[in-house]
């Protein structure tokens, strides 16, 4: 018990961490894509363009301590900022505690480091979807490689069966082809074309087909939630569903054994 919760802990601070180190990122290529040049090696504030101190940098308390501002100028730094190292930190602490030990099987703990590594690949698409509406496409590549090494691996580890195969490819055609026809249906009015592929991704891993339907619920709900009072303020009919979709897949994997545990 005690290991299990150091452990959940040491993977919160290391969750903030890489949700810092993807913020950063997703603004470096923000950047360079849109030609507004480099923004140097060390961290920058993006309003001033002072550089700033080791104990600036620090995930969310760096943050609680300048109250959201910029210690020089005192622009407010983005909410994206905060959001992105609390919710990484949120996920990695969870899935941890949810999905710990993973098993006897050497296996199961080098499936779990991938998933670990495409929830740390599918935060910065969800950064960069949430923020500027793309989803950068090396990056969803290197994602459905990931996803497509997880469900090999489930396949060796439990041994290859139709229904499992049935199962991966299910929850897969489920998220991505909803996605697809929204896609198809709104000539890309609603959803963007690399939502089918993100649905896609995050159906493969699932492992088990219905956990895509609560996926797609859960995400929309959240989507709605959050997104409704922006949408009607600004009137825009595009709703950036990549990050509700992260959201929505990574409590489903949480809770996926509870889940499952419904029907089953
Ligand atoms: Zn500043």
Redesign the pocket.
């Given at each position: 018990m005690g290991m299990k919760v150091a452990l959940s802990l040491i993977m919160f601070a290391l969750g903030a961490v890489m949700g810092s180190f993807l913020a950063c990122q997703a603004w470096r290529l923000h950047y360079k894509d849109t030609g507004k040049g480099s923004l140097g090696k060390r961290s920058v504030?993006l309003?001033?363009k002072?550089q700033l101190k080791w104990f600036d940098n620090i995930p969310i308390i760096s943050w609680l301590m300048l109250r959201g501002r910029?210690?020089?100028?005192?622009?407010k730094i983005g909410l994206m900022e905060i959001l992105s190292e609390f919710l990484m930190g949120l996920a990695f602490f969870g899935l941890t505690w949810m999905l710990y030990p993973a098993g006897t099987a050497v296996l199961g703990y080098v499936i779990l480091g991938l998933v670990f590594l495409l929830v740390f690949v599918l935060g910065f698409l969800a950064i960069y979807d949430g923020k500027w509406g793309e989803l950068p496409s090396f990056a969803l590549i290197i994602a459905l490689m990931l996803a497509v090494a997880i469900c090999g691996l489930k396949i060796w580890l439990v041994g290859f069966s139709w229904p499992l195969i049935g199962d991966l490819l299910g929850g897969a055609a489920i998220l991505g082809g909803t996605y697809l026809v929204l896609y198809l249906v709104s000539h890309s009015e609603w959803v963007g074309d690399g939502d089918w592929i993100l649905g896609v991704i995050i159906g493969l891993v699932l492992g088990r087909a219905w956990l895509a339907l609560i996926v797609l619920c859960l995400s929309n709900c959240l989507g709605l939630v959050v997104m409704y009072p922006a949408a009607r303020k600004k009137k825009q009919k595009k709703i950036y569903f990549g990050p509700f979709l992260v959201v929505a897949f990574v409590i489903t994997l949480m809770f996926a054994e509870f889940f499952n545990g419904l029907i089953f």
């Open positions: 504030c309003s001033c002072k910029c210690r020089y100028c005192k622009k």
